[in-house]
């Protein structure tokens, strides 16, 4: 991709702008977002809502930091994503924790050429959809066989509901006392 003012810089000075750029104006977008949902909430609509809204409003904390870091990855709505995120007061910590991994998902794709990717397949996809279909999806394939062989080897497999990763030690005989704890 072009990027004029980034010609000929090293791959990381341009990874890393364009992940600052990203990241700022989605922030821009949210904190408009939240300018623009004081007045929502104070609206007739948010009176008819009541509880409704309120609900929605904990909903999207609670589930919409996915939706935030994959938005990174769409083209047509991303913008509306954090336009809502903020009107509708996702908790910025949360929220930031959401948009920094996207933004440097955003980076990654426009700086590794992802676009020139994406529109030779829109390209593929014009002239043979089946065709197209059928390589997204044996890549797709592809990359879920090697995750799954990664996750094998690195013997990163499922958890128990023992296993919590947090270490107990074991008690005394005068700590089982005054705890009664021991059996």
Not at 13 to 30: D, E, K, M, S
Not at 56 to 65: C, H, S, T, V
Not at 104 to 116: I, K, Q, T
Request: contains cysteine; charged residues 15%.
């Amino acid at each position: 991709m072009d990027y004029g003012f980034l010609e000929g810089e090293p791959f990381w000075t341009v990874y890393l702008v364009l992940g600052v750029i990203a990241l700022l104006r989605t922030q821009t977008i949210y904190w408009l977002g939240r300018f623009l949902g004081k007045g929502v909430r104070r609206s007739r609509l948010a009176i008819r809502l009541g509880e409704r809204l309120d609900r929605a409003q904990r909903m999207i904390d609670r589930f919409g930091p996915p939706a935030v870091t994959l938005s990174y990855l769409t083209v047509g709505i991303q913008s509306a994503i954090h336009l809502t995120a903020g009107a509708m007061r996702m908790s910025f910590p949360r929220y930031l924790a959401a948009a920094l991994p996207g933004s440097a998902l955003w980076a990654a794709v426009y700086s590794l050429g992802g676009m020139a990717a994406l529109t030779l397949w829109w390209r593929a996809f014009l002239r043979s959809p089946l065709v197209a279909v059928t390589a997204a999806t044996l890549l797709l394939l592809l990359a879920i066989v090697l995750l799954v062989v990664w996750r094998r080897r690195s013997g990163a497999g499922p958890r128990t509901a023992n296993d919590t990763g947090v270490h107990t030690p074991e008690l005394t005989g005068s700590q089982c006392r005054n705890l009664g704890q021991c059996e």
